[in-house]
Structures are given as structure tokens and as C-alpha cells.
């Protein structure tokens, strides 16, 4: 469904994307992850020909998207992260608009916007303006603009970013279903416990280059056997961070003054250990959450602790 070979994209002298290959299949979720700036959205705007690849080549079932372009689109669905709405719309004429973009007119048309409105929870407001809904309907809205056409390839880039809890669930519980009816989606996504319930195969990317691929399984096993320790509370940043430097096999991954995250040896056993360094370097304990190697560990062990903006 999706084949990328060889993907670069420069501007000028910065190269936002270097040598990204990957394919991804028909009833599959292919999760692409990285940091800011990683080069995912530059990514996805090549897949759906809205920047021209400096080199490589993008073919979405079958067509080139710089060679076929309108063919390459016709079949394809996107979810950018800003959203695609027209706010002084309601939101039965939103996705009237995008169906009939694609083709739709007529008792098709009505039928497919019915359709969407129950699957995303706004039927019973598809009169209103967009401009009165809420961050999540919105969010669902932008799916159901990106599914009114039933395309075979869907592009998912942060869908769920600043959603209430509720639209989450519903948001991915409709990524599931559509991917169950046969669909391809590629999803971009900064929270990592979504890329691990969702995702039949994922790759990291980091500095326009996939650093990592492969099954969750796959990525979970180049994972040291290190625990991940959660803390908050409240830590003097700089006293807690020279003591934990005596800690022997432990990393600490981020501290700040409400919150602490380390990669630990057998972190369960030591945890009384761990309490008193804090503890005499002056931090209060509140909570504590100790995990298994996951996702989490890989990508923070792969891409670095540095925040990115």
C-alpha cells in the first residue's frame, strides 16, 4: 500500500529527511516515531505530494506521488496535526466539502456523511458550527474529514495531541476499526503507550534517519533488562541529580522539580536503596511507578534525554 525507497528531502542546507525506506501493508498500522524535528511531518508531506522529494521515491498502492500524483491521492486519507476544518461550517457541511472533493455527490454523498457523523460521535451535533466544539470534537471531525471518501491509505500525523481522554479512546478505537476493514495506516505519535497498542510495526526516526524497525517484539528486545522508576514529588534538581551519580547501574533520564525518571537494575529490590539517596539529597517522595523495558526505554535510549523544540 505505502513504499517509500531511499526518501531525502533537503531545503537548502539542511536535510530534514536522509535515505528513509520502509513499506507498510494492506489491514496494518505502521507507526512512525522520533523526537521533534525528527522528520516525521516532513515525511508524511511527501507521502501525500505536498512537498516534492529532493531525491528517492513515494508510491502510495501503486503510484508515484511526483509521476501520478492525482492517482497517488485518490485512495489516500490525512489527518494533519493542524487541523483541516473550516470553523464557520457546521459539521455535516465539512465533510459534505471534503466528499465532494473526492468525487461524492448525491445519495453517496448523504449516505457516507450520515455514516461518518454516527462513527465519530456527532451526529446529534451536525448542525452546529465547528467553531462552537470542543479540541476533541474537532479532532474527530478532522478523522471523519479524512475517512468520508473510504480511502485505502490513511496518514495519521499526531491525531490524538491535546484530546480529552474520552475522544482518545473513541479516536483509536476508530483507527482500529478501519484498520480491521482492511485499511493502511501510518501513524505518527509522541505517546508512546498509543504506538504500543496500536501498532503492527513501527521505526524511529531521529534526525531524518530510521534508527530502528521492526515488530513491537522486535524493538522491545534491543532493550537493556533496566527497569523504568517514575518518581514525583518535589526534587532540588541539581542536588538530586550528583547524588544519583553514585548510584551504581542507574541512569537518570529526566529530572525536574515535580518529576524524576530512571533506567535502573532491578529496580524492584532496590527501590529502598533509591528512596534514601533521594531522600538525603533533599527530594520528597510522593509517588512511585516502576515498568517493565518497554517502547519507552528504547526510544529514550535511542534518541537521547534532550528536550526539542
Known sequence: MIEVQNLRKQYG??????????????????????????GKSTTISCLCGLLPPT???????????????????????????????????????NLAYWGAAYGLSGAALRSRVSTVLEAIGLLDRAKEPVSQFSGGMKRRLNLGCAIVHEPKVLLLDEPTVGVDPQSRVRLLELVRELVDAGTCVLYTTHYMEEAEALCDRLAILDHGRIIAAGTLNELRGRVSDRDLVRLSGQ????????????????????????????????AGSRLPELFQVVQQAGGEIRETNVARPSLESLFIELTGKELRE
Open 13 to 38: 542546507d539542511l536535510v530534514a529527511v536522509e535515505d528513509v525506506s520502509f513499506t507498510a501493508e494492506a489491514g496494518q498500522i505502521f507507526g512512525l516515531l522520533g523526537p521533534n524535528g525528527a
Open 235 to 266: 526534587f532540588p534538581v541539581e542536588a538530586v541529580r550528583g547524588a544519583l551519580e553514585a548510584l551504581a547501574e542507574a541512569e537518570v533520564l529526566q529530572i525536574e522539580e515535580d518529576q524524576l525518571r530512571l533506567a535502573i537494575q532491578a
Open 55 to 93: 531525491s528517492g521515491q513515494v508510491r502510495i498502492l501503486g503510484h508515484d506521488v511526483v509521476q501520478d500524483g492525482p492517482a497517488s491521492r485518490q485512495q489516500l486519507g490525512v489527518v494533519p496535526q493542524e487541523l483541516a476544518l473550516y470553523e464557520d461550517l457546521n459539521a455535516a457541511d
